[in-house]
Every structure is written in structure tokens, then in C-alpha cells.
């Protein structure tokens, strides 16, 4: 074998076994949950069983879990989406000299750990509240604290998601709608925003996924209620019962069955933006030649 | 006379913001700009902040006479309960230091495990191949951050696969505490931000011209050179931004160390944790909780200093 034969080898070995660290382990939880064991594991295997997803449903808790998390997730996507596209596009029009700043503050969300968000933001409701006089129901509110935490930093991960799409967004559009008599809120509706619906669709994914899985802040916001994730950090803490591994069998098909839809959607909108690239390409070459054509004759 | 100039031209600002926005717009994004960074991410972190030196007092205490500023949440991380024998309070900044080494060396961890991937992802293969890859890569961080914990918690448990496997191999004759030594805790968290990692290392990499290395690989530089002396420096960028948000993630990370630690170890989140809930002093966690706020701040300018990047480069992802 060559030296070029060796690493290739290594290389591919490597591979596998990153890809193996990857999904084992979610191979193994998968498959322990049809082991008529107990306890969940596939060594020993004790036979093939379903019985661990009956159990789910029976368990009232993460099924008000999940409902609390629907909810919430819904509640994120409405604060968070409108929230991040406004920050985005303020920072396409702050001057030089404020960008900066402005850029860190929006930004930071992003890197302030989601425990310290959970705490402040139940501090802050619960003693702002109290000086301005607010409903205290309201403000120590769980789904109220929840959505607003979990906003504060899924606002700046679309912020983001924002910021990339509009960096392409060719300003003469919207001079031009202008020119033409447009009014400033038609020009948002009719231009900024079906220029920004791939960006936007993203968005609402990443915003709802991020808080229905988040777990940090909370933990924190929640109080005393749960949601499917805080409830189902709970049972994979105290309680070592197949019936987690059914559960997780059951997300990882819907987010696999999501994963997918999401990814061929995506695949789609990238192949129409090529072949339209492509054929407006094709046409300019065409136009040339046609152009030059006609010079010659 | 220059406050009045700076007035006049924060007032033309304002008004050439809300003629190109018009009225209706201009109010929507200002609404939401400044409700964002005043009442979610501004304001939350400063009365944090206060709230750490403040006393643990009943709801109907707070405002009167004992209402004063104090350091003693902060003193208490450092000493201990005053009059309490110990010097310091070693129980609890052994856990601060503890989490912090374990982080860095996960983040290292992580890069040595990401870095060739990367590399091989961003100038190795091309088209359907490297579309696999990356379908492959993305698949199982669509899982739940819990359930991901819970694989772990099963493959290193007393009665799980790997000391099935141990003990089927004749390595070991009786189970080993995985999860008392942190062993899953540590392969958990190194697997839960993989993701972080890998993203900036193939943008960083992507950009680098492939004719580069055919160049230097030429002139007779050997493999570990090209890396060192030629990717490396170009991915820069990369690598703070992959090493920052690793660290802080696990630094902060709380549903891991809770499913995997070992009862015997905590993680310093969970020390913020448990002053809230069950030991119901939220002054206290509030301290702790600045406390690793402004480890992570620290963290995040050395990582700038060392790699000369901004902030923008860190949090782009």
C-alpha cells in the first residue's frame, strides 16, 4: 500500500467513527426502547416490546408539558420574529458610529449563558414589576416569563438570519417603489417583506424548535410548572424508565420526518434561485450575442 | 452651543429615520428595537446585578429599613459562612475552578475532534458527498438536548453497553462507575456543541484557496506544516468563534450535568440552580450567577486579544 492509500484509510476510519459517536448513541437509546427490560438498555435484550410507548400517554405531566411547550413556542415565534426583524433592520440604518455598539448589544443575547438570562429575567419582572405598579399575576406569570426569556436571545439567533438576507437586498427596489409613489408602508409590505419570506420562514422554524428544546432558562422561568422538556429533564434524571427512550424514539421520528421536510424545502428554494440565476445568465449571454450579431451584419 | 448642534442633528436624524421609514414602520421598529434591548436583555442583567448585593429578605421587608446594600454574597463564595473555620470556601470555589478547567478542556477536546472534519468537509470533498455530510451532521441535533444527555446516561450506566462490553471482553470483572468519574458527563457535553464547533472551522476553512496548499505542499511542506502555517492562521476567525461558543455553552451548561453528572459532583450552574430553588436565597445565586457572567466576558476579550477578531466575527454563526 502507498502512502496515499494509508491515509486515505485513516482518513475514512476517522470518519466512521466521528459519524459512530454521532448517532450510537441515539441508535442505542432508540432501540431500548423496544426491549422488554425494565430498565432501559439493550444488553441483555429480553425480547421485543411496545409496551413503553403505552406508558407515555398515561403520563399526565409530560403531556401538559408538551401542551405548555406548544403554547410557549408559539408565543416565542410571535414576540421574537417581529422583534428580530425590526433589530436587523435598524442595524442596516444606524449611523457608522453607533453600529458598533449597537451590534454588541443585540448580539450579546447570543453568548450570555441561558441560566443567567432565566434568573435575570425572574428578578427583573418580579422587582420592576413591583415599583411600576403591574399586575404581580401578570408579571410572575410562567408562560409570561418564559416567552419573554426565551425571546431575549431566540430574537437575536433570527436577528442573525435576518442580517444575512438582508445584506443581499438591493436597495433600488425600494427607491425605485418609492419614485413611483409608494408609500413607506407599502414599500415594507410589498418589497422589504416578500424579499425577506425565505429568511423569515427560517426564522419562525429556528424560533419555535429553539424554545420548544430549551432547557437553561427555563428551568428558571417556569417555576414551579414544566414543560416537556424541563418535565423530561426531570425523568432522565431521577427516574431510569424505558418509557423515556419511547419518547425520544417518538421526537426523534417527528423531528427526523420535520428535518427532512425542512431540508428538501430548503434544497428547493436554493435550486430555483440557481436555475433563475442560471437562466438570467443565459439570457444576458444570448442578449450579447444576439447584440453582436447584429453589429456584425 | 455644540450640545444645541448635537441636539439639531440627533432631531435631523430622527426625522430623515422616520422619512425613510415612514410613521407607521418607524414606530413598529422602534417599539420593538428598544422594548428588546431595554426590558429583555438591559435593564434584566442590571437589576440582576443589584439584586446580588442585596440581603435575603421576605417579600414585605424589601424597600423598608433593612433593605441595604451588602457584599456578603460575594464574600460568601470567597469564605465561606463568617465564622464558619474555613479560610475559604473551597467547597464551592473548587466547583467554580473545576468548571472552568472541565470547559476548556472539552472546547479542546472538541476542536481536535471537529478540526480534521472540517477540513476535510470544506476542501476535501465536493457536491453530493459534502451535502451528506453535512444532512448526516445536521440530523441529530435536531434531537432534544435532553434526550441526547439520556443516550449517554444509557450507554455508560452501570448495567449499560459499555461495561456489557468491558466485562464481555474480560477487561473489567465488574461494572465501573462511568457516571461517578464523569465520564459520560465529559463525552455528553463534548457531544452536545459539536455543531458550534464544526460550522465556523468549514466557513473559515471554505475561504481558503485550495492552490495554497498544493503550493506549499510543492515546496516540500510537511503535513503538519501546512496545517499550522497555512489553514490554521486563514481559519483564525474560525477557531475563536468555534472555541467561544463551545466554552460558554459549556460552561453554562445545566441539562447535562444534570442528567450525567455524578451525585458527588456539581457543576457551578447548579450551585446557581439550587440557591434559587431549593435553597430559596436568590441574592446568593444572583452573585454566583454575575460571577460566571463576568468569567464568560473575560473569557470572550482574551479569545478577541488572542485572535485579534470582533465581537461580530464570535457570535456569526
Redesign the interface.
Known amino acids: 500500500m502507498t502512502s496515499n492509500q494509508i491515509r486515505a484509510w485513516v482518513?475514512r476510519g476517522?470518519?466512521a467513527l466521528?459519524?459512530l459517536?454521532?448517532?450510537?448513541?441515539?441508535i442505542?437509546?432508540s432501540a431500548?426502547a423496544f426491549n422488554q427490560s425494565s430498565?432501559?438498555?439493550?444488553?441483555?435484550w429480553e425480547g421485543f416490546t411496545v409496551e413503553w410507548f403505552g406508558e407515555l400517554a398515561q403520563n399526565d405531566r409530560l403531556v401538559s408539558g408538551f401542551i405548555n411547550s406548544v403554547w410557549i413556542g408559539f408565543g416565542v415565534v410571535a414576540l421574537s420574529v417581529?422583534?428580530a426583524?425590526?433589530?436587523a433592520?435598524?442595524l442596516m440604518?444606524v449611523?457608522d458610529r453607533v453600529r458598533p455598539l449597537y451590534?454588541?448589544?443585540?448580539?450579546?443575547?447570543?453568548?450570555?449563558?441561558?441560566?443567567?438570562?432565566g434568573?435575570?429575567?425572574v428578578?427583573?419582572w418580579e422587582?420592576?414589576g413591583?415599583v411600576v405598579g403591574l399586575d404581580y399575576e401578570t408579571t410572575n406569570n410562567p408562560f409570561f416569563l418564559t416567552i419573554?426569556g426565551q425571546?431575549?436571545f431566540i430574537?437575536?439567533y433570527c436577528m442573525?438570519v435576518f442580517i444575512a438576507r438582508l445584506q443581499r437586498f438591493d436597495k433600488t427596489l425600494e427607491e425605485a417603489a418609492l419614485d413611483l409613489g409608494a408609500?413607506?408602508?407599502q414599500?415594507?409590505w410589498k418589497i422589504l417583506i416578500p424579499f425577506l419570506r425565505p429568511a423569515i420562514l427560517s426564522s419562525v422554524v429556528l424560533a419555535f424548535?429553539t424554545s420548544f428544546?430549551n432547557?437553561?432558562t427555563t428551568?428558571?422561568t417556569m417555576v414551579a410548572r414544566g414543560t416537556l422538556?424541563t418535565e423530561?429533564?426531570g425523568l432522565?434524571?431521577f427516574g431510569?424508565n424505558p418509557s423515556?427512550?419511547a419518547?425520544?424514539v417518538v421526537?426523534?421520528g417527528l423531528?427526523?420526518i420535520?428535518?427532512v421536510i425542512y431540508?428538501i424545502k430548503k434544497r428547493r428554494e436554493e435550486a430555483i434561485t440557481e436555475a433563475s440565476v442560471k437562466r438570467a445568465a443565459m439570457k444576458r449571454r444570448q442578449d450579447t450575442a444576439a447584440a453582436a450579431a447584429q453589429v456584425a451584419t | 452651543m455644540q450640545r444645541k448642534a448635537g441636539k439639531l442633528s440627533a432631531n435631523l436624524s430622527a426625522m430623515q429615520f422616520v422619512q425613510r421609514n415612514g410613521l407607521a414602520i418607524s414606530a413598529y421598529l422602534l417599539t420593538f428595537t428598544i422594548g428588546w434591548i431595554v426590558f429583555m436583555i438591559i435593564l434584566p442583567q442590571l437589576y440582576m446585578f443589584d439584586f446580588s448585593f442585596r440581603h435575603n429578605l421576605l417579600p414585605m421587608e424589601i424597600g423598608g429599613p433593612k433593605d441595604v446594600y451588602t457584599l456578603k454574597n460575594y464574600k460568601y463564595l470567597m469564605f465561606g459562612r463568617e465564622g464558619g473555620g474555613e479560610m475559604l470556601n473551597w467547597l464551592h470555589l473548587a466547583v467554580f475552578f473545576k468548571t472552568i478547567i472541565a470547559s476548556v478542556i472539552v472546547t479542546i477536546i472538541n476542536f481536535l475532534l471537529c478540526y480534521p472534519l472540517a477540513f476535510f468537509m470544506a476542501q476535501m470533498v465536493k457536491g453530493r458527498g459534502q451535502r451528506l455530510l453535512f444532512l448526516c451532521l445536521l440530523l441529530p441535533f435536531w434531537v432534544n438536548e435532553i434526550l441526547r444527555a439520556f443516550a449517554f446516561k444509557l450507554i455508560f450506566a452501570e448495567l449499560g453497553l459499555v461495561n456489557a462490553f468491558l466485562i464481555g471482553l474480560g477487561i473489567l470483572d465488574q461494572p465501573y462507575d462511568f457516571l461517578g468519574a464523569n465520564v459520560a458527563l465529559y463525552t455528553g457535553l463534548t457531544y452536545a456543541y459539536i455543531l458550534l464547533m464544526i460550522f465556523p472551522l468549514y466557513n473559515a476553512i471554505e475561504s481558503l484557496d485550495h492552490n495554497q496548499i498544493e503550493a506549499a505542499r510543492d515546496m516540500g511542506a510537511s503535513w503538519l506544516k501546512i496545517h499550522l502555517r497555512i489553514v490554521m492562521p486563514h481559519a483564525k476567525p474560525g477557531i475563536a468563534s468555534g472555541c467561544t461558543m463551545v466554552f460558554m455553552l459549556t460552561a453554562g451548561a445545566l441539562a447535562a450535568p444534570n442528567i450525567l453528572g455524578g451525585p458527588s459532583s456539581l457543576w457551578f450552574t447548579q450551585i446557581i440552580y439550587q440557591w434559587y430553588n431549593t435553597g430559596g436565597n436568590w441574592p446568593q445565586g444572583s452573585a454566583y450567577a454575575f460571577v460566571l457572567l463576568l468569567s464568560c466576558i473575560i473569557f470572550v476579550r482574551i479569545m478577541m486579544r488572542v485572535f485579534k477578531v470582533g465581537l461580530g466575527d464570535i457570535a456569526k454563526r
Open positions: 482518513v476517522y470518519i466521528f459519524f459517536y454521532l448517532f450510537g448513541p441515539l442505542i437509546m431500548s430498565y432501559p438498555t439493550i444488553t441483555p417581529p422583534t426583524l425590526a433589530g433592520i435598524l440604518q449611523s451590534y454588541t448589544i443585540v448580539v450579546s443575547p447570543v453568548l450570555v449563558p441561558g441560566v443567567i438570562i434568573i435575570s429575567t428578578i427583573f422587582r420592576f413591583s419573554v425571546s431575549t430574537s437575536a442573525l408609500t413607506h408602508t414599500v415594507f424548535l428544546e432547557y437553561n428551568v428558571f422538556t423530561l429533564a432522565a434524571r431510569v423515556i427512550s419518547l425520544a421526537i426523534m423531528t427526523l420535520f428535518a431540508e
